[in-house]
């Protein structure tokens, strides 16, 4: 079978938790199939470093001309028995050919208020219009799904579920303490935006640093939509002293994180998957969540898990891990423990099957 996958998310300069996703998916997934024909469709001519196993076809930047005028040709040319894509307007028109659709989240529509008006209103519309011209949905975690079944009323037999996992670089290890680094610290990770809540985060620590903890607080993730709230707060709390931001690091830089901080807090009001939680464990880090969407499914009993409004219990549950070595000790076993639900290998072959299902 000839399967063609769009791949605009490695054309991305800013590599986040999607890129990832697709590219540990797709790598893993052209490693264990020997049988299958795959080619990469997207815009920019580059090296991806997956596999030598897949056709490149590079198409316009412009999205709509593709998903109209030229993806339809290069399926009919190419003899396409199998469309694999997250991208909803590739989907506008019923291509000829079998089609499965990812979905990661639906925040817009979910969140409003922390997106802008224009997102949620586009996102509506490609759901509706790429999820009844699929043959099946792949979502990344069963919040997800759910979600999806409830607002859109689609089958759940139509819905299919394919986790995450956290890279094998993210690993327990036995850094030493350095200058690069306060030597102690909370760590976060996320993009600056208003959906990740690192507002309750800071006004979380601005309690701990009351109750007279000594541990700094590192972010690090690069600037987002409404960043600049974020460093106002920090200004108006007096925590310029206290509170560090580093930008987007390196995953080798980001090892080192995991394995040196006390804890990692990751209060984002909603995920699709969650991956930052499931690094910070297989690095043998305590963990700190929210509650909501996708992120009780995937930290299970190995998270402390927390209201991301609840400003005071964010606080109680940091604390507690500072203080109570025996609690910490025990997140991290756990923590783990419950990493090893999670990999790509798994999550590629959950995948093949499914494919293999599909066509016949």
């Known amino acids: 079978m000839r399967i063609g996958i769009i791949a605009d998310v490695f054309d991305l300069e800013l590599k986040a938790g999607i890129y990832y996703y697709w590219y540990n998916l797709i790598k893993q997934l052209m490693e264990i199939d020997n049988l299958n024909e ?27 001309i593709n998903s109209f005028f030229l993806l339809p040709r290069i399926i009919k040319k190419e003899k396409i028995d ?45 759901i ?26 689609i089958q759940e037999k139509k819905i299919k579920i394919i986790y995450a996992a956290a890279d094998k670089i993210f690993k327990k290890k036995n850094y030493k303490k350095n200058l690069e680094f306060p030597e102690k610290f909370i760590l976060s990770v996320s993009t600056l935006e208003p959906r990740k809540n690192l507002t309750s985060l800071i006004k979380a620590f601005y309690l701990l640093k009351k109750k007279g903890i000594k541990e700094k607080l590192l972010i690090a993730g690069a600037k987002g939509w409404k960043y600049k ?23 080798n830089k980001l090892v080192r994180l995991y394995n040196l901080a006390e804890v990692f807090v990751y209060p984002s009001i909603y995920e699709g998957f969650g991956m930052p939680p499931l690094e910070a464990m297989q690095c043998g880090c305590p963990v700190v969540t929210s509650n909501t969407s996708s992120l009780p499914e995937v930290v299970g009993n190995a998270a ?21 070595k025996r609690l910490k000790k025990s997140l991290i076993k756990k923590g783990l423990l419950n990493s090893k639900r999670f990999s790509w290998k798994k999550s590629a072959t959950n995948l093949l099957k499914i494919i293999n299902r599909i066509k016949k």
């Open 304 to 324: 402390l898990k927390v209201d991301p409004y609840d400003i005071e219990g964010m606080s109680d549950a940091i604390f507690k891990i500072l203080k109570d």
């Open 38 to 64: 795959y080619i990469l469709i997207h815009s920019k001519k580059k090296e991806i470093g997956i596999s030598k196993k897949y056709k490149d076809i590079i198409l316009s930047e412009n999205k709509l």
């Open 128 to 153: 509706k219009i790429s999820t009844k011209n699929s043959d099946l949905i792949i979502a990344i975690s069963k919040n997800t799904k759910k979600d999806l079944i409830k607002l859109f009323k």
């Open 229 to 251: 709230k974020i460093f106002d707060l920090v200004k108006d709390l007096n925590l310029t002293n206290e509170i560090f931001f580093l930008g987007r690091v390196s995953d």
């Open 82 to 126: 199998l469309l694999i894509t997250n991208r909803m307007v590739s989907l506008l028109r019923n291509l000829n050919c079998k089609k499965i659709l990812f979905i990661h989240d639906i925040t817009p529509l979910l969140f409003p208020s922390v997106h802008k008006i224009k997102d949620s209103l586009f996102q509506k519309i490609l």
